[in-house]
């Protein structure tokens, strides 16, 4: 079965530079979420999205900025990066069954590194 | 608001011992509560999950996880290890009505002695 497509898997950045990261869903999910995981910690909700609208927010920086297409992908941008984003991000997409939202399912995540 | 306390941040079994993971939520209104398993330099993965019904939920590799509302419980246990169970496990809960943002624990990292 198609899973969470993340791209890039890694990604290496100075301080102050940006980056974008992508997500595509797995095919007919409509709702995708943005997680961050620093080093030994537990993943963190930033942001997430229903067909193409934000729908919650979490603990995103300012900095950060994040939208999902009519395709139903997802881009998180971050901009003036800090050494403390340094983390491991997860994209994470799920679909309402009989008005429901259903399991969130992971992708393999992008490994940001912040030199 | 919703939270999860994961006792323990570090188990380690003998293989072929008794898993035992804790994990006890905090919520406002009945919760989704999920298992995800992660594997070094990987995703996270979806072990098992309780939304309503049976209080005993099954998942993948032999996993059990059941909700015990009166002790705000959801531990993970599998009679039996096996070396590939060596991971790190994190429990989640969301808002009931369907899975939405998660609060995840800390995580446990399960390790499996021969």
């Known amino acids: 079965a198609a899973g969470v497509i993340q791209s890039p898997r890694h990604l290496i950045k100075e301080k102050r530079e940006t980056a974008t990261l992508k997500c595509y869903p797995i095919?007919?999910?409509?709702?995708v979420y943005w997680y961050q995981q620093g080093p030994g910690q537990d993943p963190q909700f930033l942001i997430s999205?229903?067909?193409?609208?934000?729908?919650d927010k979490g603990s995103i920086p300012d900095r950060f900025s994040a939208q999902q297409f009519s395709d139903y992908h997802s881009e998180l941008n971050m901009s003036s990066l800090e050494l403390g984003d340094s983390a491991l991000y997860f994209c994470?997409?799920?679909?309402?069954?009989?008005?429901?939202?259903?399991?969130?399912?992971f992708g393999p995540g992008t490994r940001l590194l912040v030199l | 608001a919703q939270s999860v306390t994961q006792l323990g941040s570090h188990v380690s079994v003998s293989e072929g011992a008794l898993v035992l993971l804790r994990c006890n939520y905090s919520?406002?209104?009945?919760?989704?509560l999920f298992w995800y398993v992660q594997y070094p330099n990987q995703g996270l993965q979806l072990l098992l999950k309780?939304?309503?019904?049976?209080?005993l939920v099954k998942g993948i590799n032999g996993f059990e996880a059941e909700f015990k509302k009166s002790e705000t419980s959801f531990h993970l246990t599998k009679p039996s290890a096996h070396m590939s169970d060596a991971a790190e496990y994190f429990c989640?809960?969301?808002?009931?009505?369907?899975?939405?943002?998660?609060?995840f624990g800390q995580g446990t990292r399960l390790t499996i002695n021969p």
């Open positions: 994470a997409s799920s679909t309402k069954v009989l008005g429901i939202l259903e399991t969130q399912y």
């Open positions: 095919p007919r999910h409509d709702t």
């Open positions: 999205f229903y067909e193409k609208m934000q729908s």
């Open positions: 919520s406002s209104v009945p919760p989704y």
């Open positions: 309780y939304t309503t019904g049976a209080t």
């Open positions: 989640a809960v969301s808002r009931g009505q369907g899975a939405q943002k998660l609060v």
